[in-house]
Structure formats: C-alpha cells, structure tokens
C-alpha cells in the first residue's frame, strides 16, 4: 500500500497547479497618463493579476477604493496587483497622480 501514496502526493500537486493556472493574467498600460486599454473585461469570480506597464516617464499610483488597491508604479517600470474574486458589476481605477487622464474600469460579468 505505500507504493501509492507517492501517486496520491503527484494527484494534489497537479490539482493546485491547475487551479492557479486558472487566475485570470492581464495587463494595461499608462502611457500620456492614460490607461489603455480603460475597460478590463472579466468573469466573475475570476482571481486576477494585473500587470500596470507604465510607459511614462513619471511614477504613478494605480489606486481603486472599489478594489481596495493602491500600488505606486515608478516611471518607465511595471507593477503588479492581484485582486479578486469579484462579484458582477464595475469596479473603477484611477491613475492618482493623473486623475483627470487615467481612468478605467473592470467590468465583471
């Protein structure tokens, strides 16, 4: 009987690989002080990690009181974030430094 237990250690070890493998990867870019793209798409329940490329010279902060997130991305560098799972509805960022330009969105369906 303990020639299976090694199997059984391989079984879950998979079963956690696949379920991180079903996170949600995205990204958006700062560039001019504007999110591109503003609207991020996602499923809801979805675990999520963004990637924030900023392209600007100057840092910026990528704040959502909705995601309760804050993240300061130096200048020309990326940061990321993790949040989720999301119930369905719109949830919205701003570029801090930025707001009247960086805007976004991620719409949960």
């Given amino acids: ?59 910026e902060e990528f704040e959502s009181h909705d995601l309760r997130i804050e993240k300061v991305v130096p200048g020309n560098s990326t940061g990321v974030v993790r949040f989720g799972p999301l119930k369905p509805g719109t949830y ?3 570029g801090e430094f930025n707001e009247d330009t960086a805007k976004g969105k991620v719409i949960v369906e």
């Fill in 92 to 94: 919205e960022f701003v």
């Fill in 1 to 59: 009987m303990n020639k299976f237990w090694p199997l059984l250690g391989t079984i879950v070890l998979l079963a956690g690989v696949e379920s991180a493998a079903a996170d949600t990867v995205l990204k958006v870019v700062i560039k001019d002080h504007v999110f591109q793209p503003a609207e991020i798409h996602i499923k809801a329940d979805d675990e999520v990690t963004l990637t924030v490329d900023n392209q600007d010279a100057t840092p």
